[in-house]
């Protein structure tokens, strides 16, 4: 069931229920990251693999520090500036917080998100919430609710509709070696934004060989439909006669009906671009083409997350 009421949701996850839940990167399958009924629980729905672990988010800074055993100075300086935010910070977890949410590791996904009616949602728990975004495992991440209940209203009780995510691109993972911050996954927060807190971050290129994070996996948030990176205008000679799909980022091309077009942001703008990415592919991916065919932006602000998901879906 779709619908906005916080209490029904607090009372469903109290009872170690699931509850989809808004938050501005994209929707959360939420659970109560203490009970292990309730983790096993997201693995199950989401059909995703024991060995990808969960992010845990809360609504307060003191929660966090509740759940970590330290946090080095570089996190402290960006939980500060983007606490709430699209940000995910990877520390050192306490006891308190169950194996099974890290999968076996040392160290803890958290966030707090910055969207109104889920910081109210986690003010009235004394738990915090596991919540992996809310699409079966690979598939594109929800950015509406009417998504997360296509795809998964079957098997959770309730979703929380707090509107169109605003980011629309899952939150920025930040890891720590000793003191220096390193990016896991590059997201909704800009490493640009993030440079002008703590200086120059390095990024991990994302490996095949880490199954470890299947965020970083090569293929994942992938659609159906085929899908190939390049330039349109190139492109959709090589596929005449076939259905074709156009994600661009500005400009839409002659060739292709315009109803099987997504134009990502008309003026240019990255996060308008982000923002409409996950909608678009997923209104694609329903129209049963040949071939989705997708231009990447330039590499810089959001236009780094924004083609990072795109190789993916490409891969
Ligand atoms: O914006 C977001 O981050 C959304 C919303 C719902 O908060 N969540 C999200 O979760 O994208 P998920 O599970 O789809 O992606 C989380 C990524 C996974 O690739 C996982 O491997 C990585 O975070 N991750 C979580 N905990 C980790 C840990 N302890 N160590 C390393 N990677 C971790
Ligand atoms: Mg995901």
Do not use: W
């Amino acid at each position: 069931m779709i619908g906005k009421d916080i209490k029904t949701a607090v009372e469903l996850l109290k009872n170690e229920q699931l509850v989809a839940i808004p938050t501005e990167t994209v929707y959360g399958l939420a659970g109560n990251a203490l009970s292990s009924r309730a983790v096993m629980e997201i693995f199950r729905v989401k059909n995703r693999p024991q060995f990808d672990p969960l992010i845990i988010h809360t609504d307060r800074f003191t929660k966090v520090e509740k759940y970590v055993r330290s946090i080095p100075q570089k996190g402290r300086l960006l939980a500060e500036a983007f606490m709430p935010g699209s940000m995910t910070l990877l520390l050192p977890k306490k006891d308190s917080i169950p194996d099974a949410v890290t999968s076996g590791s040392d160290l803890v996904a958290v966030r707090i998100p910055n969207h109104q009616m889920t910081l109210e949602l986690l003010s009235e728990l004394d738990f915090p919430l596991a919540a992996p975004s809310a699409n079966p495992f690979g598939y594109i991440s929800p950015t509406t609710a009417q998504h997360v209940d296509n795809q998964l209203g079957m098997k959770i009780p309730y979703i929380l509709d707090g509107g169109q995510c605003r980011v629309g691109l899952e939150s920025t993972i930040i890891g720590f070696e000793g003191e220096e911050a390193i990016i896991f996954r590059k997201g909704g927060l800009a490493v640009e934004a993030i440079e002008e807190v703590i200086g120059e971050v390095k990024i991990m290129t994302h490996s095949t060989s880490n199954p470890k994070s299947p965020g970083r996996l090569k293929s994942h948030y992938a659609p159906k439909t085929p899908f190939v990176i390049g330039n349109p205008n190139e492109l959709v000679s090589e596929y005449l006669g076939k259905k074709i799909g156009i994600i661009s980022f500005k400009k839409s091309i002659d060739q292709v009906p315009i109803e099987q077009q997504i134009i990502l942001s008309k003026s240019g703008d990255y996060a308008e671009a982000g923002h409409n990415l996950f909608a678009g592919m997923r209104r694609l991916d329903g129209l049963n083409l040949d071939i989705i065919i997708a231009e990447l932006l330039p590499e810089k602000d959001l236009g780094r997350a924004i083609n990072d998901r795109l190789k993916r879906a490409g891969a």
